[in-house]
């Protein structure tokens, strides 16, 4: 069975720029959770979706947003691009009444 | 803002020996999750307990959890160099379904061959 994926691996993107980052869940997880993880600070929630829809935030400003896809997919979207944005961005899926969540291998975003 | 506050923040040890890791935490959990992340990359989940269970086990791994104190410990037994890896614990919230996950800044721990 195929985990979650991400792409791209790598971006790199100049300060100002949008950035998209993609996430495809583990088949049958409808839930997918955005993670930001930068250097020394750990892992920060980001955004939840479940069933095409929002469920939750973390503090992140509205420049981060995103959307879920019928097919459960998913994308994230960071406009206004700042250096401090640079970090691995980890999606994570699960089933929607679960509390384990799958991981994928992450989109490492550097904005120069 | 972190929930989770691992303990230590890194360990070295030799391999065959093992190792404990602890995760504090502020507020009720309905469960607390353990993650390996190697190098950089995504999170292995390794172990989920609820809150009304004491002790898991699973493979080498050893979970503890005691809510009056509002902490957990990882134990991996007879530690092995592909241990290498940060750990991270995770609380979830006591709401139900689920509830996003509160993750601790990890413990970094090196097995030295």
């Known amino acids: 069975e195929a985990g979650v994926t991400q792409s791209p691996t790598h971006l790199i993107k100049t300060r100002g720029q949008q950035a998209t980052l993609r996430c495809s869940p583990i088949?049958?997880?409808?839930?997918v959770y955005w993670y930001q993880q930068a250097l020394g600070l750990g892992l920060q929630f980001l955004l939840w979706y479940d069933e095409g829809e929002e469920r939750n935030r973390g503090n992140f400003p509205p420049r981060f947003s995103g959307r879920q896809f019928p097919n459960y997919s998913s994308e994230l979207n960071v406009n206004a691009l700042e250096l401090e944005d640079s970090a691995l961005y980890l999606c994570?899926?699960?089933?929607?009444?679960?509390?384990?969540?799958?991981f994928g291998p992450g989109t490492r975003l550097t904005v120069t | 803002s972190q929930q989770g506050e691992e303990d230590p923040q890194a360990l070295s040890i030799q391999e065959g020996e093992n190792a404990t890791m602890n995760c504090s935490y502020k507020?009720?959990?309905?469960?607390l999750q353990w993650y390996r992340q190697n190098s950089g990359r995504g999170l292995v989940h390794l172990i989920l307990?609820?809150?009304?269970?004491r002790e898991k086990h699973s493979g080498r791994l050893r979970v503890t959890l005691d809510t009056s104190k509002k902490s957990s410990s990882l134990l991996i037994t007879a530690s092995r160099a592909a241990d290498t890896a940060s750990y991270f614990c995770a609380t979830g919230g006591t709401q139900g379904g689920s509830e996003k996950l509160v993750f601790g800044k990890g413990t970094k721990l090196t097995v030295n061959p």
């Open positions: 307990i609820r809150s009304n269970e």
């Open positions: 994570a899926s699960s089933f929607s009444d679960s509390y384990e969540q799958y």
């Open positions: 507020t009720s959990i309905n469960n």
């Open positions: 088949s049958g997880h409808t839930s």
